[in-house]
């Protein structure tokens, strides 16, 4: 099956959860996260009519989707891979919304480069649901304080929380982790749910699933 073919599949099974949730069809928007495809693999779904993509690098979303937005005028580009302080002016240059918001110094490179460059990018705060020493994020405990920080400190404008929960782990109780911090930092955007789980993600509140693989297929390298 084509990408384009993948897609509608994707489109479908978040349209049959949403329902089997109660929640209105349409309530949950599908990243294409299309890190390590190149713009050929890319075009057939944009082509198809999809217009959110997810990409985890900076400089690989440099190399290839100044071309790719040539073909609609309405993408939407998120980063959804760790953020280097380094690499804030080029992201604010390039993407629409960045889901990794994880630290101060991320928060105040962002609210520095949205002044310079004029622009009022979309923003999630990474969360570490597992406590996983090698996975960035901001620890549970200490969400709140930081989208408040955030908030008050550099007037960035959090909409929702976005997890990676553990491999190996369930994933339903980082889901319900989730959606429990959101509502008591006051965001209303919950970033959860990939290729193997986003059906459970949209039970527990999902307002958007990252989905590559089961739309372009197995990745033959990893980032």
Same mark, same amino acid.
């Given at each position: 099956m084509s990408a384009a073919d993948n897609l509608r599949d994707v489109e479908a099974a978040i349209v049959s959860a949403e329902r089997e949730a109660n929640r209105p069809i349409g309530s949950v928007s599908l990243v294409a996260v299309s890190k390590t495809f190149d713009g050929p693999m890319i075009a057939p779904v944009i082509e198809a009519g999809h217009r959110v993509f997810g990409e985890n690098r900076v400089q690989e979303a440099q190399s290839k989707w100044p071309q790719l937005r040539a073909l609609a005028a309405d993408i939407q580009l998120h980063l959804i891979g760790p953020l280097q302080s380094?690499?804030?002016?080029?992201?604010?240059?390039?993407?629409?919304?960045?889901?990794?918001?994880?630290?101060?110094?991320?928060?105040?490179?962002?609210?520095?480069?949205?002044?310079?460059?004029?622009?009022?990018?979309?923003?999630? +705060?990474? +969360?570490?649901?597992?406590?996983?020493?090698?996975?960035?994020?901001?620890?549970?405990?200490?969400?709140?304080?930081?989208?408040?920080?955030?908030?008050?400190?550099?007037?960035?404008?959090?909409?929702?929380?976005?997890?990676?929960?553990?491999?190996?782990?369930?994933?339903?109780?980082?889901?319900?982790?989730?959606?429990?911090?959101?509502?008591?930092?006051? +965001?209303?955007?919950?970033?959860?749910?990939m290729s193997a789980d986003f059906s459970m993600a949209v039970?527990?509140?999902?307002?958007?699933?990252?989905?590559?693989?089961?739309?372009?297929?197995?990745?033959?390298?990893? +980032?």
């Open positions: 380094n690499k804030a002016a080029d992201a604010v240059a390039l993407f629409d919304v960045i889901e990794t918001v994880d630290r101060e110094k991320i928060a105040q490179a962002l609210s520095r480069e949205m002044q310079k460059q004029k622009k009022n990018l979309r923003l999630y +705060v990474q +969360v570490n649901t597992g406590s996983e020493p090698q996975k960035a994020g901001v620890e549970p405990h200490a969400v709140v304080a930081f989208v408040q920080l955030c908030r008050d400190t550099y007037g960035l404008q959090i909409e929702g929380l976005m997890c990676i929960p553990p491999v190996e782990e369930n994933p339903g109780p980082h889901f319900a982790l989730l959606e429990k911090l959101a509502g008591e930092a006051k +965001v209303e955007k919950l970033s959860m749910g039970a527990f509140g999902a307002t958007s699933v990252r989905v590559g693989s089961a739309i372009f297929g197995k990745r033959d390298k990893q +980032v």
